[in-house]
C-alpha cells in the first residue's frame, strides 16, 4: 500500500475548489536556523539578535502532535518536518514519537541542511523517523559558504548524510536548487558523488518565494536543460510516478547505478496536482508556498476547541482552496509584497541566492574567496540589484564593485566579462565608467576586455 492510499479506516482526503484532495502536511517546527542563506534568510535582515518566536508562541510537541493528529483523520497521508532548520528543536525526537504513534500510520519524513544530522540521525532513527531528505547545493566549500552565509561546512553535511544512512533513514534524498551563474558549476559534480550511493539527487528550479530573493526568470536553470547536460555523460531512462501530486519528475541511470529527479515548478508548474498544505511553527496553516495569509489554527487549539472543530476548521480552508501560483507566475509577478517567508512554512528550496549586495560584509571579513566564485558573486550581484530597480545603471554597478574590492587580489588577471557562468553582467562601457581605477590598473585582464564585454548580455 502506497503513502498515498487511505487504510481502510481513514477519511477520504477532502477536495479543494479545483478537486485537489488534502494529502500531505509539511510541519515546520522552529522558525530559527544555523545558516544565513542569503536567499531564505540574509544576515543583514536576520542578525543574532533578531526576534525569532519564542519558545511560548512556537507549537509545542503536544499541539503538534494533536494537530497532525487531526490532519490525518482528514486523510492526511504523508508527514514532513521542516523548519527554519528543524534539528535546532530540542524536543525534535519527543515530536517525532508522537507522530510515528498516530494511527492509520502516515508517512514520516523530515527535510535539514544536513549540519547536526551526525549528532541527531540516530535518536530520530529510533524514535520513528522515516526518512530523510539534505539540502545541499554545492560540494565546493567556497561556493557552499556563499550560500550558507559562511555557516557551517560541506564536511559536515557528507558526515551527517553518512550517519543518516547508517541509521536506516533510507532513502535518502537530496535537493540542490540551481542558480544560473551561481551553482551551474556543480550539478555534473554533484551526480558523480551521489551517483551508485542509493541517495537520490534531486535538482530544483529556482523559485520565487517570500520577498527577499530579488528572483529573476534569467536566474532559472530549466530542468530540460540540466537532464540534457546530465544525460550526455550518464544516460537516463525516465520512471514512472509513484502517486498523484509527486512533484519530482523521475529518471534512473540506464546502468543501473541509481535515481535522480527533477523538480520543474516554473518550467513544467504542477500547481494541477499540488496536495500539499503547511503549518507554520506558530500554528498558521497556509495552503500553497507561496501564499500571503495564513489561517490561525494555534488560537483554536489553546481556546479549546474540541478536535471536531479544528476538523471543520481546516477542511473549511482547505474547501475553499483555489491556489495555483505556479501557473499564474507572470501575472502574480509584480504583486509579491507580504508573501509569507519560506523559513516560515518550510519549503524545499534552498539558499542558493548569492547577491553580492548582502554579502560584502562577509566578502570583506578577510575570508580568501575563489577567482571563480569573487566573479560570480559580482556579476550576479550587480544583475540583482539592477532587476531590483536599485538606482541607476551607475548605482547598482557601483554597489557590486564596492562590494567587490576585497577581492581584488584574487581577481588580479581575470577577465569578469568572459567567465563562461557570467550571465547578465553589465556591458563593457559601464564597466569602465563605474569600475574603480585601481581595479581596472591592477587587472589588466579587464583593462582590455571592452570587445568582448560586448557578446554578454546585459539582462
Not at 559536515?156 to 534524498?173: C, F, N, Q, T, Y
Not at 502574480?332 to 523559513?343: K, L, N, S
Not at 577581492?407 to 569578469?416: E, Q, T, V
Request: aromatic letters at 6%; proline letters at 5%; charged letters at 25%.
Amino acid at each position: 500500500m502506497s503513502a498515498h492510499s487511505p487504510t481502510p479506516t481513514q477519511a477520504v482526503a477532502p477536495g479543494d475548489r479545483l478537486g485537489r484532495p488534502m494529502l500531505d502536511l509539511r510541519i515546520s517546527v522552529i522558525d530559527r536556523c544555523n545558516f544565513r542563506c542569503p536567499y531564505c534568510m540574509p544576515e543583514d535582515r536576520y542578525p543574532r539578535d533578531h526576534a525569532f518566536l519564542a519558545a511560548a508562541q512556537r507549537l509545542t510537541a503536544g499541539e503538534i502532535a494533536r494537530l497532525a493528529g487531526v490532519f490525518v483523520e482528514l486523510g492526511v497521508r504523508k508527514l514532513r518536518l521542516t523548519g527554519g532548520e528543524p534539528l535546532l528543536r530540542r524536543d525534535l525526537p519527543e515530536i517525532v514519537a508522537a507522530l510515528a504513534a498516530l494511527p492509520h500510520a502516515p508517512d514520516l519524513a523530515l527535510t535539514t541542511n544536513g549540519v547536526l544530522l551526525k549528532r541527531d540521525a540516530a535518536a530520530l532513527a529510533a524514535a520513528g523517523l522515516k526518512r530523510i531528505t539534505v539540502s545541499l547545493d554545492a560540494l565546493d566549500a567556497d561556493i557552499f559558504a556563499a550560500m550558507s552565509g559562511g555557516r557551517g561546512h560541506v564536511g559536515e553535511v557528507l558526515e551527517g548524510i553518512a550517519h543518516a544512512d547508517r541509521s536506516g533513514l533510507k532513502p535518502i534524498k537530496i535537493n540542490c536548487v540551481v542558480q544560473r551563474g551561481v551553482n551551474e558549476s556543480e550539478v555534473l559534480p554533484l551526480v558523480e558523488h551521489f551517483r551508485g550511493s542509493g541517495q537520490i539527487l534531486r535538482f530544483i528550479e529556482y523559485m520565487d518565494v517570500g520577498t527577499c530573493n530579488r528572483w529573476q526568470v534569467a536566474s532559472v536553470v530549466p530542468s530540460r536543460e540540466l537532464l540534457a547536460r546530465i544525460a550526455a555523460v550518464h544516460p537516463l531512462e525516465p520512471v514512472q510516478s509513484a502517486y498523484r501530486g509527486e512533484v519530482a519528475e523521475r529518471y534512473r541511470f540506464v546502468d543501473g547505478s541509481g535515481e535522480i529527479g527533477f523538480v520543474s515548478s516554473v518550467s513544467q508548474p504542477f500547481c494541477g496536482d499540488c496536495t500539499r498544505a503547511r503549518l507554520s511553527a506558530d500554528g498558521q496553516l497556509y495552503t500553497c508556498l507561496f501564499g500571503r495569509h495564513g489561517h490561525d489554527l494555534k488560537s483554536l487549539l489553546r481556546g479549546d476547541a474540541d478536535d471536531a472543530a479544528l476538523r471543520a476548521a481546516i477542511a473549511g480552508v482547505w474547501g475553499r482552496r483555489g491556489d495555483r501560483y505556479s501557473e499564474e507566475r507572470q501575472a502574480a509577478a509584480g504583486a509579491r509584497d507580504g508573501r509569507v517567508e519560506m523559513y516560515r512554512i518550510g519549503g524545499e528550496l534552498r539558499c542558493t541566492f548569492a547577491i553580492v549586495r548582502r554579502t560584502r560584509l562577509r566578502l570583506g571579513s578577510g575570508r580568501v574567496w575563489s577567482p571563480g566564485l569573487a566573479v560570480r558573486l559580482f556579476a550576479h550581484g550587480a544583475l540583482e540589484a539592477r532587476g531590483a530597480g536599485e538606482g541607476t545603471s551607475r548605482d547598482w554597478l557601483r554597489r557590486a564593485w564596492r562590494a567587490l574590492v576585497p577581492c581584488a587580489p584574487a581577481l588580479k588577471g581575470r577577465a569578469i566579462a568572459t567567465n563562461s557562468e557570467n550571465h547578465g553582467v553589465a556591458c563593457s562601457d559601464r564597466l569602465s565608467a563605474t569600475a574603480p581605477s585601481a581595479m581596472i590598473a591592477g587587472s589588466p585582464t579587464l583593462g582590455r576586455s571592452r570587445g568582448r564585454m560586448e557578446r554578454c548580455p546585459s539582462g
